[in-house]
Structure formats: C-alpha cells, structure tokens
C-alpha cells in the first residue's frame, strides 16, 4: 500500500496561510513518517514542532499543545475535521492508495441475498468510493452512503464512535459495507442491527462482523453488572477537546444516591497504568473516547464503562434500549 500524503495540498495551504510556527500531529501509524514531512515544511522556511503525544482521531486536536509551544498553526495528518477550534488547523486526509478490486469481487460472494448495501469508509479511502459504488452498481445492486450527521465530514464517512448516519440508513438496507478496518466495521455492528460486511483493506480479507457483536455485548453486560456491584466509582472526563461523550454530575448523582462513594478524575490518554494507581477504585466509568471501554477492555484490570452502560447499571436505560439505540 501506498499513502499519499497530500504535498501539494500541504504545501500550498502554508504558501496562503504563511505560518512562522507549525505544530504537526500525525496519527499514530504515520508518526514514522515525521522526517520527510518536516523536510517538506521546513523548506518553505517554516519552524515545525511534531507532536509526540498520541493522536487516535480527529477529536484529538492538540490545540493546548501548539500554544504552549508558540506554534501559529496546526497541521493534523491522517484524520479529517471532527470538531470546531478557536486556532488554525490544516487536515491532511492521507489517502491509501491500493487496488480494492480483487477485494470488491470477493466481498460479492458475503453480499450475494443482498440487494441493496449501505456503504461508508474511513477517511483515508474517500477518494475511492465513487468507484466502489460504480462497482456494485454494475453487479445491480443498489448502494447508498451512510448520511453525513454529526461531526462525520462527508456523506459515507465513518469514524469510531459516530454511527448515526448508518442508522438513518438502516431501514432502507438490506446489509452494510465498510471499507476500512475493523476497529469501524466493529463500532457499526455494535450501532446497527443489519449484517455487517467488513472490506479489510489491512489485512486483505473480507469479513463478516456478527460474530464479533454477541462476545461483546456479552462482555458489556458483565461490566454493568460489575459497577452495580462497585463500592468506590470513577467517573473519568476526559480532557481531549472532542472527547466528551456525556456530562458527569446527574450520572454522579445518581450514583452518590445508590450509596456509591464517586469520585471524578480527568484524564487524557487513558492507560493502564493511569487507572491502576487508583487502586481503590473499583469500577471507572469514562466519558473521554467510548471505544476504549469497549475494544480495550482487556487491557484493564478494573472494569471500565461507557456513560450509556452506567446509566443502564444505574436503571436510567434497559439494557434493550441501549441494544435498540446502539451501545455506542
Ligand atoms: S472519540 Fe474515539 S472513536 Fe471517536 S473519533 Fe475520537 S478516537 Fe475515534
């Protein structure tokens, strides 16, 4: 695979611009990339800082970071506009380049009783879908993109905790595909209740995702019932500028009126060694990036919960309904 990584965009944008200072965040599986792109910035007589904190979306904006350096500018790689900044940010997609189509004619068979697809990709394969669709279309089947609601930047965009543009869609599908990997293909069969048919583009397979979806409902239902269970709560806000997924103090309440002892804890990278040093607390509860409570689970040696799954633990919500509304 090849990445583009956008040069002349780049360049052309701090020529208008005209920066002095620029801090570079790049997502985590290009940060090797880091010199060859200083070297672009560079010459254009530009000071360039790299962020070296980790950098999972677009919610994660170093806008702290770049003032505190004195940068005039951010240039954000691998990831598209997610949320709103009072300072100047340049989103650099990075485009994969590969030939999809041997994977296109294997996805057929998984796709064969479906007549129409639902369709939606991460970022970096934006530049590809319109002969995607061309491709399905000429196999008769009819393919429509995921809506573009919330922060999602195109129609058909996916990224890791928005899913209500699959939703919209849901009714009018018989299935979904996703291009991408399976961090998103695993998000959507967690929101939507129709087959879920993975393009994994990093591993060069075609998946089918329901399987994926029972062990960890399965396991979510374990950790609800482990934060009824707990006796000293953390409620972790998150402090990246777009992770702040529910607000704490009536979950707090609630919780506080159970006979919890709560507290709150901010937290940026959540890590297991973070959470470990809390060693008295029993149960987390995090409203930073919902992914982690769900995908990283294992890593943790307390359980952590998402905000829907607490207010399922504390019978604001059924279990049903988060199952209805999706658990993301
Ligand atoms: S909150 Fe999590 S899933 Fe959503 S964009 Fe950020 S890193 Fe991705």
Same mark, same amino acid.
């Given at each position: =695979? #090849? ?5 002349? %965009? /780049?360049?052309?944008?701090?020529? %208008? ?21 200083? @070297? ?56 994969? !380049?590969?030939?999809? &189509? ?46 573009? !609601? ?30 991408? &990997? ?25 998946? !089918? =995702? ?16 482990? /934060? ?15 992770? %702040? ?9 609630? /919780?506080?009126?159970?006979?919890? &002892?709560?507290?709150?804890? #901010? ?19 995090? *409203? ?22 607490? *207010?399922?633990?504390?019978? @604001?919500?059924?279990? &049903? ?8």
């Amino acid at each position: =695979m #090849t990445l583009d990584f956008e040069k002349e %965009k /780049l360049i052309n944008e701090l020529k %208008k611009r005209k920066p002095k200072k620029v801090l570079v965040q790049l997502a985590e599986g290009i940060k090797k990339n880091a010199p060859e792109i200083g @070297e672009w910035i560079k010459a254009l007589g530009i000071e360039v800082i790299f962020s070296g904190e980790t950098c999972w979306g677009g919610c994660d904006v170093a806008v702290d970071e770049a003032r505190a350096v004195g940068a005039d500018l951010i240039v954000h790689f691998g990831h598209a506009e997610f949320i709103r900044t009072d300072f100047p940010v340049i989103y650099i997609n990075v485009k994969d !380049i590969l030939n999809l &189509n041997h994977l296109l004619e294997k996805s057929l068979e998984s796709i064969k009783d479906y007549r129409t697809i639902g369709l939606s990709y991460s970022i970096q394969h934006r530049h590809d879908i319109e002969n995607i669709k061309r491709f399905y279309e000429e196999k008769d089947k009819k393919v429509i993109l995921s809506k573009k !609601i919330g922060p999602v930047a195109h129609e058909g965009h996916i990224t890791g905790c928005q899913y209500e543009g699959l939703k919209a869609i849901q009714n009018d599908v018989d299935c979904f595909v996703i291009i991408g &990997n399976q961090f998103h293909s695993m998000g959507a069969t967690l929101a939507v209740k129709k087959p879920v048919i993975l393009i994994d583009v990093y591993n060069n397979n075609v998946r !089918i =995702m329901e399987d994926l979806r029972d062990k960890i409902l399965k396991q979510r239902a374990i950790s609800i019932e482990k /934060l009824r269970e707990a006796k000293n709560i953390g409620i972790i806000i998150g402090t990246k500028c777009g992770q %702040k997924f529910g607000s704490p103090k009536k979950l707090m309440e609630k /919780l506080k009126d159970q006979g919890k &002892n709560v507290i709150a804890i #901010t937290m940026g990278e959540l890590t297991p060694d973070k959470i470990m040093n809390f060693y008295n607390i029993d149960a987390f509860v995090e *409203l930073a990036c919902p992914r982690i409570a769900i995908d990283d689970f294992a890593k943790y040696s307390k359980p952590i919960l998402t905000m829907r799954e607490a *207010l399922v633990a504390v019978g @604001e919500l059924s279990w &049903n309904e988060i199952l209805d509304k999706g658990i993301i």
